[in-house]
């Protein structure tokens, strides 16, 4: 991914040189031009086009900052409204990520998101213990973090 990275700034800066454009302009049309030769030859390349990787990390951002506002406004409904009628719990999530740094960054994305805390992460790194502050149906909880932190940080790891 680097050697590609590297390859299309690279790409970048010699269109620039060659169309004497030193402005910013000049370095995204260049680096866009550079896309496209580095996709068109990405078969002679031994690791996937770098720009699946990047989107699937777009993707992963995006994803977290929409489930921060919705889970933003919720406590904050929670908080605001006169009756408290929430019920805070604690379950243990099973995942499916299996390095380090996978496990990592699904933690750290729950406890990022108000409402949720990861308390602890089992010594295998297969189980993490989260407290949520309002727990309806754990089965749901656990299908909603397997269906959009986990699905999109497997999709980085693939990409």
């Avoid at 060659?18 to 260049?30: A, F, K, P, R, Y």
């Avoid at 919720?74 to 006169?82: F, K």
Wanted: charged share 20%.
């Amino acid at each position: 991914m680097a050697i590609q990275i590297l390859l299309n700034l690279m790409l970048a800066f010699i269109w620039m040189f060659l169309q004497n454009d030193w402005t910013l302009s000049g370095l995204i049309v260049g680096y866009v031009l550079g896309l496209l030769i580095i996709g068109a030859f990405r078969r002679f390349f031994s690791r996937p086009f770098y720009m699946k990787k990047i989107w699937a990390i777009i993707r992963l951002l995006l994803l977290f900052i929409k489930e921060l506002f919705l889970s933003s406004f919720s406590v904050a409904w929670q908080t605001i409204s006169p009756k408290l009628n929430f019920r805070p719990g604690i379950f243990a999530y099973e995942t499916e990520l299996e390095k380090d740094w996978e496990v990592t960054l699904l933690a750290c994305l729950i406890s990022l998101t108000p409402g949720t805390l990861t308390l602890e992460v089992s010594q295998d790194k297969r189980s993490l213990y989260i407290h949520a502050m309002d727990i309806k149906e754990v089965e749901e909880h656990i299908k909603q973090i397997r269906n959009t932190f986990e699905t999109a940080i497997l999709e980085v790891k693939r990409a």
